[in-house]
């Protein structure tokens, strides 16, 4: 009776889980289509072609920029209006018509039209391609957009030529000018700005000759400008179709004019600053695509096109190639205020000065330098001695410093042989005393004596040779000699300082050049640093431990204590001179260690132990076989 209404709840949620499974997945891939970032499609629209100036080097730095500025993926797509070329509207309606067949369906997210021709075609045909696409003109002087047929969705990116401004540039820069030839093509576009030239330049005819060269092909431009006047300039505008209706892109024919002119060119774009003109007063391409592209950002964004108002770009301040500067002879005191030269190329005196300076004042300065580093040389030499003696000096009152803290140690083993010898000497004498005095047990007595007498001699002469005032001496020797030596003249301070000593030598040899008795205050400072950082620990802890090893071509010795350690922060610092963290101490005691350390080509350095306490460490170099004292 139960088993029926289970069978019948699966085969219902059967339906149910492949609907929730379907509307899972379905959520999902909306999901996922909503976080990937939409593609904006830009429809670039060219007035001449891919390959013309300055049209595509605007179109370049505007493509740039957009990269730069967008966080989203862009699709640029790149179409060119050949008509602006020719004056010839008939092949204008099927171009309309091809663009309407690409995109009427789906318009482009923004129109970009790059230069007047360009600009006066969408404005033209805009109601039958895209009537409510944002657009933007830019690559465009400002006389040439039709303002009164902007609409909501247009915004424009111009520019504001100022010729007569350039033209008293080149007279400022070229005052005794008496001829200047404008260059400028014969294309549509370039007929509109010929009359512009013959407007606004006509108040430069009584200063100057305006030869116009907008009615000859390049190759007559090109044989006409080879035989200027002298006083003559040129003034490049634009030439994309010549009078003979040859087109010219890239640079190719501004190249050959300025190979082939008598006079400087100078024009109004930096797109043709690439070393064929001298310069002058001109627009910066880079910055007004950086403008233009924020814009159409901004447009991308969501901002209203005609809301989006972008001033027209002005000249920047003039600049000048200093290449063409000196073919034809313009100096800097010509050029108006504020100018930038380019690619200025020393003179031979200005690149060579220093050479030649140098070559005739060597021979003079010769004999006194070298008398100069004579005196150097023996000034450091005796500061280095006096370096020595100081460091010298020092250690040694450290030495003495030491020993005053050892002197109850030291006495205390100093008596117990002293006392021991006392007492075999009254003992001896009582047994001579005697009838028949035992010659065996004088024998053993004076046996005793010789050891303690042997044991205060080694404690007086390790004493002697801590205290002595000797020059640094280098010789060969074990470093576990003086290890085991400098342990042995501390065993008496074990006892008295409360503390324990572990030394674990390695059998290995570790012959070094060194001075024993610096490297034995070495071991002295680095054990008493460590008794004085235990002071305040129980006396099970109170522990110092002394090791020797090989590491490669290295002897190591380390002294650790299980005191509190030192500050992370403060490990290296404890070698400084006068750092201590003792109220009554120099802090000289690790400064000497490292000095002494040093001078034997040697590292020292100190670190914390995993368990408690610190450990100091020195590597000194091991010594040749046969290696004798350098």
């Known amino acids: 009776m139960c088993f029926r209404p289970i069978q019948f709840r699966l085969c219902c949620s059967r339906p149910l889980l492949a609907a929730l499974t379907l509307a899972f997945l379905l959520a999902a891939l909306t999901g996922s289509q909503a976080a990937d970032p939409e593609v904006k499609r830009i429809l670039m629209l060219q007035s001449f072609g891919l390959r013309f100036k300055p049209w ?26 050949l ?67 902007l609409t909501e969705y247009d915004t424009v990116a111009a520019a504001a030529h100022d010729f007569p401004a350039a033209i008293e540039t080149i007279l400022k820069v070229l005052p005794d000018t008496k001829v200047i030839a404008v260059v400028n093509g014969a294309s549509p576009n370039e007929a509109f700005w010929q009359r ?13 000759e305006l030869r116009w060269y907008n009615r000859l092909s390049f190759e007559d431009i090109l044989r006409d400008a080879a035989h200027l006047p002298p006083h ?53 391409v880079e910055k007004g695509m950086a403008v233009a592209a924020t814009a ?10 005609g809301d989006v108002r972008v001033a027209p770009s002005q000249f920047e301040l003039p600049r000048f190639d200093w290449r063409q500067m000196q073919r034809f002879g313009i100096s800097d005191s010509h050029l108006p205020p504020g100018s930038a030269v380019y690619f200025r190329e020393p003179s031979v005196w200005e690149r060579y000065s220093w050479q030649i300076t140098f070559i005739f004042a060597v021979l003079l300065m010769q004999a006194g330098l070298i008398l100069v580093l004579l005196r150097e040389h023996r000034r450091r030499q005796f500061a280095e001695v006096q370096s020595r003696q100081r460091m010298a000096e020092l250690a040694h009152v450290n ?79 074990d470093l576990n000699e003086i290890v085991q030596e400098t342990i042995g003249f501390l065993s008496a301070l074990t006892v008295g300082r409360k503390f324990g000593m572990v030394d674990v030598i390695t059998p290995d040899a570790l012959p070094i050049v060194g001075d024993r008795v610096q490297l034995q205050q070495v071991i002295l400072n680095l054990v008493m640093n460590g008794i004085e950082a235990m002071k305040d620990a129980p006396s099970e ?33 404890v070698f400084e001179p006068f750092y201590t963290s003792k109220a009554e101490g120099m802090g000289m005691g690790l400064s000497i260690v490292r000095t002494i350390i040093e001078a034997h080509n040697g590292v020292v350095w100190a670190e914390n132990r995993d368990h408690g306490g610190a450990s100091f460490r020195i590597r000194i170099p091991l010594s040749g076989d046969g290696a004798g004292p350098t």
């Open 56 to 81: 595509t080097d605007f179109a370049e730095y505007f493509r740039s920029e957009m990269s730069k500025q967008s966080k989203g993926p862009l699709d640029f797509q790149d179409h060119s209006l």
């Open 83 to 149: 008509t602006a070329r020719l004056d010839d509207d008939k092949a204008l309606a099927p171009f309309v018509e091809y663009l309407h067949a690409l995109y009427g369906a789906k318009p482009p997210d923004l129109v970009v039209a790059l230069g007047a021709p360009a600009a006066e075609f969408v404005q033209r045909y805009r109601p039958q391609l895209f009537p409510k696409t944002p657009m933007m003109f830019t690559s465009v002087e400002a006389r040439r957009v039709q303002y009164d047929k």
């Open 232 to 284: 003559s300039a040129i003034f490049w505008h634009l030439m994309s179709v010549d009078a003979a209706g040859v087109t010219h892109e890239g640079t190719t024919s501004l190249h050959r004019l300025s190979a082939a002119a008598s006079a400087p060119i100078f024009s109004y774009l930096d797109g043709f600053f690439d070393g064929s003109i001298v310069g002058g007063s001109m627009h910066s």
């Open 296 to 305: 159409a950002i901004r447009i991308l964004n969501g901002e209203k096109a």
């Open 541 to 573: 802890n109170r522990i110092i431990s002394i090791r020797t090893s090989r590491i490669d071509k290295f002897s190591e010795l380390s002294v650790s204590d299980r005191g509190p350690g030192i500050p992370e922060d403060r490990l290296k610092q």
């Open 399 to 477: 030495r003495f410093s030491t020993a005053g803290e050892l002197t109850a140690s030291i006495a205390h083993e100093i008596n117990q042989p002293l006392g021991a010898i006392l007492t075999n000497t009254e003992t001896a004498r009582a047994i001579l005393k005697s009838p028949k005095p035992d010659i065996n047990e004088l024998n053993e007595i004076l046996g005793d004596i010789l050891k303690d007498d042997q044991r205060a001699t080694e404690v007086i002469r390790r004493l002697r040779s801590l205290l002595k005032r000797a020059p640094f001496e280098l010789k060969k020797f």
């Open 196 to 208: 512009v030239f013959e407007r606004e330049l006509a108040p430069f005819a009584g200063r100057v």
